[in-house]
């Protein structure tokens, strides 16, 4: 008896200290810790800014998420093509605009007014096809192999091809591919799609005499040829998303030469390492030329995206994932290769594109004969 009378109060004590504990705890340290929780919610930037379709999937990567909230940021992204991206221009609803491409990045940045960009990552344009072909190309001497996974093609030769509006089954040793169909580069939509663009920058270069379209008379000069390599194919995809599938599920017989981002196919074999040994494999044109990703910040804080993107290691080596080239220490070719995927380090017969003002010309005179 004796004993429970002592801790019967002695319980009672330590139950007294510990709930005025919890009150004191309650009306003192809880509010302190949600204060700090509240600080840094507010300092996380909160980014908006338009981007190319293409990027998207990076831009959702739980891991790109998760590194830039480590860096203070959360970023909003609506995706859109390179052309709208300029023509959407709005600092007040954007923070920065992302397209691919040069020209729209340069007219962004003189609609911006500001003078900084970044170029987090690039890619080469490059024809995806099949083995049958590309030795069938081979063969007529257009294409010439120089990696397990890619050829090299004469783009000029096979641009000759395409004016005189040869069909496979006249092509010499055709008979992997002897259909009536014509030997033509698919591509995207012109008016819509960056990697559209960039197949007008390229064959109007080689229209132009190998010189860069720069004025209206250049305009003239290339239009009757080179809108015809848009008009001939038909329907078009306004993102370089939906041919690429196609090319993918429906294989050689729909999609024999398919203008895309490098970056496409590799990102593929990347997350499909069993499909690599198929018939699916790269032309490199000769001259070729790169997209580049510029990021174009409207303020200073989207200047921190810019720069975190560029030079975090983080997030450029996860931009290798998705089959992009990057300026930084480790090589993207050579992380490639060590999953047996084999693309050229350097490409040398690189050209410019036109400036936005006369690749706009030729868009707009190509969407014109379209109606």
Known sequence: ????????PSVALVLALAVGGGIWYSNHQLPAQSAVSGIQAEQILQLKGLIGSEKQDYFTDSRVIARLKTLGMAVTVEKSGSRAIVSQFNPSQYDFGFPSGAPAAAQLQKLAKVSNAYVPFYTPMVLASWLPIATILEKNGVVKKEGDNY????????????NQQKRWKELSHSEAFATNKAVLVASTDVRTSNSGAMYLALA???????????????VDKVLPQVSQLFLRQGFQESSSAAPFEDYVALGMGKTPLLMIYESQLIEFWLKHPQRIAENMVMLYPKPTIFSKHIFVPFNANAERLGEALTNDPELQSIAQEYGYRTNGEHKSTERWAKQNIIAPENLVDVIDP???EWLEKMIVAIEAKFH
């Open 1 to 8: 008896m004796l004993t429970q009378k002592i801790i019967g």
């Open 151 to 162: 050829f090299v093609v004469d783009f000029p030769a096979l641009f000759d091809l395409m």
């Open 204 to 218: 109007s270069y080689l229209v132009n005499n190998e010189n860069i379209v720069q004025s209206q008379a250049d």
């Open 354 to 356: 036109p400036s936005y």
